[in-house]
Structures are given as structure tokens and as C-alpha cells.
């Protein structure tokens, strides 16, 4: 097996794995979603602010790799959204030290 560090790694560090996360959704559900992290980084890399327009972008790349089922897009933008805020403040204050 040929380790592809540049898609993720698992929590164990275990390279080729898929990195996975818990996303919270408004009502409280929690769901497993894989390279969210990775796009984070990709929208944080080409200036993208948070808003309510990349959201919608962040779960298209999103659904690409995982399943979001009919009629809950609007739950997984408000959630992306959420911690896409989280994500970009944290990275700002890092570049400003």
C-alpha cells in the first residue's frame, strides 16, 4: 500500500487513511465527515473569508467525498459555516503572531 500523506491521516497517524470528523449539526447531531480539514485548509490557502457563500462552496467540495443526504444542505451550511469561523479566526491569530 502506497501512503498518501497529502489526503489526510487518521488520528493514529496512520498514513493513507482517511482523516475523519465530527461535524455538528444545528439540531445537535453529530455526523462523521472525512477531509474537512483538508478543506478548510484549501479555502483558508486561496483567501477565502468565512460567509455564507463560501459555506455553500465548503459542503459542494464537501459532498464530493461524503454522503449528505437530501434536504439537510441547509443544516450542513449552517454547520461548515460554524466551523469554518472557528478554523479561519484561529489561523488569523496565528499569522499574526
Given at each position: 500500500?502506497?501512503?498518501?500523506?497529502d489526503?489526510?491521516?487518521?488520528?493514529?497517524?496512520?498514513?493513507?487513511?482517511?482523516?475523519?470528523?465530527?461535524?455538528?449539526?444545528?439540531?445537535?447531531?453529530?455526523?462523521?465527515?472525512?477531509?474537512?480539514d483538508?478543506?478548510?485548509?484549501?479555502?483558508?490557502?486561496?483567501?477565502?473569508?468565512?460567509?455564507?457563500?463560501?459555506?455553500?462552496?465548503?459542503?459542494?467540495?464537501?459532498?464530493?467525498?461524503?454522503?449528505?443526504?437530501?434536504?439537510?444542505?441547509?443544516?450542513?451550511?449552517?454547520?461548515?459555516?460554524?466551523?469554518?469561523?472557528?478554523?479561519?479566526?484561529?489561523?488569523?491569530?496565528?499569522?499574526?503572531?
Amino acid at each position: 500500500m502506497t501512503a498518501q500523506i497529502d489526503q489526510g491521516m487518521c488520528p493514529c497517524n496512520a498514513p493513507g487513511i482517511e482523516a475523519y470528523r465530527l461535524l455538528t449539526l444545528p439540531d445537535g447531531g453529530q455526523v462523521r465527515v472525512k477531509w474537512l480539514d483538508k478543506i478548510f485548509e484549501e479555502a483558508y490557502r486561496e483567501g477565502k473569508g468565512p460567509d455564507l457563500s463560501v459555506a455553500n462552496e465548503l459542503v459542494s467540495r464537501l459532498s464530493e467525498n461524503n454522503y449528505i443526504p437530501s434536504g439537510t444542505r441547509t443544516e450542513y451550511e449552517i454547520a461548515v459555516f460554524k466551523e469554518y469561523q472557528k478554523f479561519f479566526v484561529e489561523r488569523e491569530k496565528r499569522r499574526a503572531r
